[in-house]
């Protein structure tokens, strides 16, 4: 996913702010700058309290957990592994929330 630099320990992304333990590096030295930032399906947590939406678009059963596929409101689409008890509908907006523990990101060229 896209996301802007905007200092060396926080990169924004659509779905929010990342803090980074580690200094985030750009390309272009001080000033704010895009980067491609690596999200784990592990990373976007079904939420149903909260504000953030995205809509399933595909799914696949993996015996405890599901992995939708989904696509957030700019088009772009990522992963998000969800226990199998939350078995949602293709189509059906559902709500998540970030947990990225280790934010990594590859300067765009």
Same mark, same amino acid.
């Given at each position: 996913?896209?996301g802007?630099v905007? $200092?060396?320990?926080?990169?924004?992304?659509?779905?929010?702010?990342? +803090?980074?333990? *580690?200094?985030?590096?750009?390309?272009?030295?001080?000033?704010?700058?895009?980067? $491609?930032?690596l *999200?784990?399906?592990? @990373?976007? &947590?079904? @939420? $149903?309290?909260?504000?953030?939406? %995205?809509?399933?678009?595909? +799914? %696949?059963? +993996?015996? %405890?957990?599901?992995?939708?596929?989904?696509?957030?409101?700019?088009?772009?689409? &990522? *992963?998000?592994?969800?226990?199998?008890?939350?078995?949602?509908?293709?189509?059906?907006?559902?709500?998540?929330?970030?947990? &990225?523990?280790? &934010?990594?990101?590859?300067?765009?060229?």
């Open positions: 996913m896209r802007r905007l $200092d060396p320990a926080t990169v924004e992304i659509e779905l929010g702010a990342l +803090k980074s333990s *580690l200094p985030v590096v750009c390309c272009n030295g001080p000033e704010p700058c895009e980067v $491609d930032v *999200l784990r399906p592990d @990373d976007i &947590v079904h @939420d $149903d309290g909260s504000a953030l939406q %995205a809509l399933v678009v595909r +799914k %696949a059963f +993996k015996g %405890a957990e599901i992995l939708y596929t989904l696509r957030l409101p700019s088009g772009v689409e &990522v *992963l998000s592994r969800v226990p199998s008890h939350h078995n949602h509908a293709i189509g059906q907006p559902i709500g998540i929330r970030l947990d &990225v523990e280790h &934010v990594v990101s590859f300067p765009i060229d």
